[in-house]
């Protein structure tokens, strides 16, 4: 990743609690052009700076009423690349996350009720090969989702 300087900040800040903000307006908050700000986030992008943008769609409009952590303990940890690739292949799954601790690996996925959660873990997740146990927590709300704060210092003009 290259090294990105201020202006990358207050333009990362800017974008990170809008990202629908036109450059325009983005191009006067930073006091440069409208083209320096396409340039720039156009090397946020490339440098893998910038890893999305897009709509967060709520699950709920879609029927997904039970948001559940899956911590999974496997045979192995050296199973874990074969069997992220088993879970890419179930919609549902979220995220994935290769970890310390108790777990082995932790996911993330939605399930339109509690039957359909028990499909998800004793049809899908308990079936792949080198999971050995799996511990369910079911979200009950979420209380906070944000982007991390990204911190740039003030430039002082005259």
Do not use: W
Not at 55 to 78: A, Q
């Amino acid at each position: 990743m290259e090294k990105i300087d201020n202006l990358d900040k207050k333009i990362l800040s800017i974008l990170s609690k809008n990202a629908r903000i036109p450059f325009k307006e983005v191009a006067e908050d930073c006091n440069v052009s409208r083209a320096a700000i396409h340039q720039r986030v156009q090397k946020l992008i490339e440098g893998g700076i910038i890893t999305g943008s897009g709509f967060d769609v709520n699950p709920k409009s879609l029927g997904y009423r039970t948001c559940t952590y899956v911590g999974i303990t496997l045979e192995r940890g050296s199973m874990y690349k074969e069997v992220v690739k088993r879970l890419e292949l179930i919609p549902e799954v979220v995220e994935c996350h290769f970890t310390t601790g108790p777990y082995t690996m932790m996911v993330k996925l939605y399930a339109r009720d509690n039957e359909q959660l028990m499909l998800l873990l004793n049809g899908q997740l308990q079936e792949i090969p080198g999971v050995v146990a799996t511990e369910t927590l079911i979200s009950l709300e979420q209380s906070i989702k944000r982007e991390i704060p990204v911190k740039f210092e003030e430039i002082e003009t005259e």
